[in-house]
């Protein structure tokens, strides 16, 4: 799927974006079936797409953001500034990507990391690979942040704490 930079444009500056929260409950197993059914429902729009499932409130809440976004460039939506000068008007051909972010302190210096699941021509070929990809890299990332927390309760634990003694 392609679309022009100044549809693209459009989408990011007039906020026709197609948005989608769901709370996704924290276990063992994250459930991303909810998240998936938007993504195919809304694969084809014109529009991109910003579909986030919260885990513990989400980002703002101390908690992880796990996000899907269609976009012609490896950054967040909402980083509009940049955005707008990374994305020529005159581009007629931009291939559309799904993008995989993931936002918790744990995750990276600025709580956020990204990642391309696959273009949107490559989604519609094959959905249940890249569904499987998407879900691989949440669970990665998410492993990844619960052994960064380990680490943190490990040194704040005082019976860790050897003594001057």
Avoid: C
């Amino acid at each position: 799927m392609q679309i022009t930079g100044e549809k693209a444009l459009e989408n990011i500056l007039e906020d026709a974006i197609y948005f989608y929260k769901d709370t996704i409950l924290d276990s063992d197993h994250i459930a991303l079936d909810n998240l998936f059914m938007i993504l195919d429902k809304h694969i084809h729009d014109d529009n991109f797409i910003h579909i986030t499932g919260e885990i513990n409130g989400g980002i703002t809440e101390g908690g992880t953001t796990l996000t899907l976004e269609t976009n012609i460039v490896n950054l967040p939506l909402r980083y509009t500034n940049q955005l707008k000068k990374l994305i020529w008007p005159e581009k007629e051909d931009n291939q559309v990507n799904i993008y995989m972010i993931i936002e918790n302190v744990d995750v990276s210096q600025s709580n956020l990391k990204i990642a391309l699941a696959s273009s949107v021509a490559a989604y519609l070929d094959d959905a249940a690979s890249v569904k499987i990809k998407i879900s691989q890299w949440f669970d990665e990332q998410l492993a990844n942040i619960v052994i960064a927390q380990n680490k943190v309760e490990e040194n704040d634990d005082p019976e860790n704490k050897t003594s001057d003694n």
